[in-house]
Each structure stands twice: as structure tokens, then as C-alpha cells.
């Protein structure tokens, strides 16, 4: 039956491209209707080793990171499309990449997975190599609580067999408890710690064995850093890799996404001198940092999805001298109905270093009002995203670039806007 799926698929992707869409996600989502376990037949019939990445943030970059580092390596090497990370986007992108007999010629497959499709997949299919990056809130009228989805990781990472090596984050409390439960061989990295203090929008302060409030001698954002449990024998595990000789893009969080492919790809076997060359070239998935110029201008995209993203988001803008800034702010499925979120951000500490700020999206005057609220006066609050992105860009100097940063959905209107193409 999967050659006919799979046929079936392929010409319903087709359609949808004709038509001007990326069809991302509906031909798995009909094979998988007509035939739940097409995932798991592929792929055992298949060579091809599996590497999943899952996390709250950093996903896409670190996915790309290392098909990129791979590719280089001249591995043959396919991902699920950006932004179709759950299981329907894995089935699609097998539809895509398999021959009509239902064969993967590649050696390596590499799937970003949302944070609570994470259990799902793992039913589904085993991967050679599971990275777990972070977990921090998010979409809470979807997820819940961090420690909910853990728990969800926790009960699915354990019934892993050996044969799944794990490659984590050893300054996220969560991921390195969760992944020590694993029976297959772990490998942790990290970042050295920045910071003395924790921000107020720790997610993860308790030890997750016995609950006890962890000490942190570093932090570097949010709950990451180097802690152990005065309570118990918990403690940050050690690391094999927290630092490297080159980045591909700004930011702490960036440097966690170039450590996990690092780490990962240096498992695999790849030499040092393709991994650096790979890093060196890299460029930006669409939306992280990605530049575009627009009207003779230069725009910058920074997701920012949740509190921790946006406040990493805010604090590499500075780092880079950003002077004006677009806020966009939906409450659609893809970014979760609830934004209450905004008032977890730590807009207080980076507002007054922004020359030019506008703020649209289906949210406009909720993300006004938090603007408002933190004490910035000369701001604008235009619904209309097109002419946001006008009036924004009036304002910004030719030798200034336009710093946007919007949430999921907003983040593919505004790349339509600029570029006149549809992603998804």
C-alpha cells in the first residue's frame, strides 16, 4: 500500500506547490489518515540513521547546523520542512524524499520535533541520536507547565532502548535529569556561565529529583547555568563541550543550538576542520536572525515566541547596536491563544536603549499597553502589518537596520510581506 501512498502524497504536494503553497504538512497528514503506522514501516524497512532534535527553543537552527555540518561531510542528508515538526511533517517529508517504491537513499535524517509531539514520535520511530536542547514555557493554554511536558519526556525517554544515544543540555536542570534516565550513552554540553544573578522568569529552579530549590553558581539566561541540589546528589553534569573557536550567529542561545550540532556531529565522526568550515558558511533558517533587504534597507527577523526567547531576542539586538524595533505580536494556534505571556519579558531592562519602536498584529494594543507599561513614551501602534513595516522602515536610517520581532504566524506574514513568497 505505501508505493500508492506514497504516489498519492507526491502529487498532492505537487498541487499544493502549483498553487502557490509550500504544502508542508497536508500530504503526510493524509497518508497517515489512510495508513497510521506509515512512519514506522518506512523507516524500518530504511538504512537511513535518524537524528531527532527537540526543545522549547533553538530547534530550526540546530536541525540546519547540522544537515549543514553533514551535507559538508558529504553525507546525503534530508529534514522535515521548518515549522512541520509534528508527526504530520515528518510523514510529509518522508513522502518527499522517498523513492515511489517507498526506499530513503540517504544516510541521514534529521527531524525537528515540537516539545509535545516529542512522546508521539518516539512511538513511532527510534532515532539513532535524540538532542535535547531546553525546556521553557510556552503556548500554556496548549502544554501547560514546563514540568508537565517533562514528565511526558521523561516517560517516553525511558523506554529508549540502548541503541538511542543522547545528546543534551547539561545547564538546563530538566533535559539533564531526563536524559540521565536513559539507557543509551549520554553526551552533554553547555555554555560557561555569564552571570551571577537569575533573571525573574526562572522556569526551572527546583531539583527534579526531589524538589528541593537548586543553588546556581552561574547563570546564563532564564534557569540555564551551573547548579546542583543542597538536598540531594543532583547536580549539572559533567560536559564535553561548552565552547568552540567560531559562531555562526549572535547570541548565548545561539551558542547552545552550535554546541548541540558541534557535539553531535563530532559524535558521528565528522573532522574538526569540515565542522569549522561548515560553521563559517552557515546560513540563517528563515526567521532567526535571517537578514532581508527591503527598499533599499536592512530588516532582521527575531523570532520571539515566548518570555525566554523574547528576552534573548531583546538583549542581542542590543549587543548589536539595534536602534529601531518592530514588535508583532498573534494569538494564533501556532503561537498559543494566551498572551499573557508578554508580561513575563523583561522589556524594562532593554526599552530605553531602542531609538524607533512600532507595534502590530492581531495583538497590537496588548503589546502597546506592555510597551506602555515599561515606560517608553514615543512608540506607534499600527494594526496593519504592511504599514507597520512602512512606517517602521520610514524611520529607520539607510545605515540603521530594522529589527523585527514577531511570533510564529507573524513571523511568516512578515517574511511573505518582504519577500512576496509563502513558506507554509
Not at 503589546?367 to 507599561?373: E, F, I, Q, S
Amino acid at each position: 500500500m505505501n508505493p500508492l501512498l506514497i504516489i498519492l502524497g507526491k502529487t498532492i504536494s505537487l498541487l499544493a506547490r502549483l498553487k502557490g503553497s509550500a504544502g508542508a504538512t497536508w500530504p503526510g497528514h493524509i497518508v497517515l489518515n489512510l495508513n497510521p503506522k506509515f512512519i514506522r514501516q518506512v523507516l524500518r524497512r530504511s538504512r537511513t540513521k535518524i537524528i531527532v532534535v527537540a526543545g522549547t527553543n533553538g530547534k530550526t537552527t540546530t536541525t540546519k547546523l547540522i544537515r549543514t555540518i553533514l551535507q559538508e561531510d558529504g553525507k546525503k542528508t534530508f529534514q522535515n520542512q521548518t515549522g512541520a515538526n509534528l508527526l504530520n511533517g515528518i510523514a510529509s517529508s518522508i513522502v518527499e524524499n522517498s523513492s515511489l517504491f517507498g526506499k530513503l537513499n540517504y544516510d541521514y535524517a534529521v527531524f525537528e520535533i515540537d516539545e509535545n509531539t516529542l512522546p508521539l514520535v518516539l512511538k513511532e520511530l527510534t532515532p539513532n541520536y535524540l538532542v535535547l536542547l531546553n525546556l521553557f514555557r510556552d503556548q500554556l493554554d496548549r502544554y501547560g507547565e514546563v514540568n508537565i511536558v517533562a514528565q511526558k519526556w521523561l516517560d517516553a525517554i525511558k523506554k529508549l532502548n540502548k541503541d538511542t544515544e543522547i545528546i543534551a543540555n547539561a545547564d538546563d536542570p530538566q533535559i539533564a535529569f531526563i536524559s540521565q534516565k536513559s539507557q543509551g550513552v549520554k553526551s552533554f554540553f553547555g555554555v560557561e556561565g555569564t552571570k551571577s544573578k537569575a533573571s525573574h522568569n526562572i522556569d526551572s529552579g527546583y531539583c527534579p529529583n526531589c524538589n528541593s530549590k537548586l543553588t546556581f553558581s552561574s547563570y546564563t539566561f532564564s534557569h540555564l547555568g551551573n547548579y546542583k541540589c543542597p538536598k540531594c546528589s543532583f547536580k549539572r553534569p559533567k560536559v564535553k563541550l561548552e565552547k568552540i573557536s567560531h559562531y555562526p550567529l549572535p547570541g548565548i542561545y545561539n551558542k547552545y543550538n552550535a554546541h548541540a550540532a558541534v557535539l553531535l556531529t563530532k559524535k558521528i565522526g565528522v573532522q574538526q576542520k569540515v565542522i569549522d568550515s561548515s560553521l563559517k558558511n552557515f546560513k540563517p533558517a528563515f526567521g532567526r536572525q535571517e537578514i532581508i533587504e527591503y527598499q533599499g534597507k536592512k530588516v532582521q527577523l527575531f523570532l520571539s515566541k515566548n518570555p525566554t526567547s523574547f528576552n534573548e531576542s531583546l538583549r542581542t539586538m542590543v549587543e548589536l547596536g539595534g536602534k529601531n524595533v518592530l514588535f508583532v505580536l498573534n494569538d494564533r494556534i501556532p503561537d498559543g491563544r494566551d498572551v499573557s505571556w508578554i508580561w513575563d519579558v523583561d522589556l524594562e531592562e532593554f526599552i530605553h536603549k531602542f531609538k524607533t519602536i512600532t507595534v502590530s498584529g492581531d495583538r497590537t494594543y496588548d503589546m502597546a499597553l506592555r510597551v506602555k507599561y515599561a515606560e517608553h513614551k514615543d512608540f506607534e501602534a499600527e494594526p496593519d502589518l504592511k504599514k507597520a513595516i512602512e512606517s517602521a522602515l520610514e524611520e529607520t536610517p539607510k545605515s540603521e537596520t530594522l529589527y523585527i520581532l514577531p511570533t510564529y504566524s507573524a513571523m511568516l506574514e512578515v517574511r511573505q510581506i518582504l519577500t512576496g513568497k509563502k513558506i507554509l
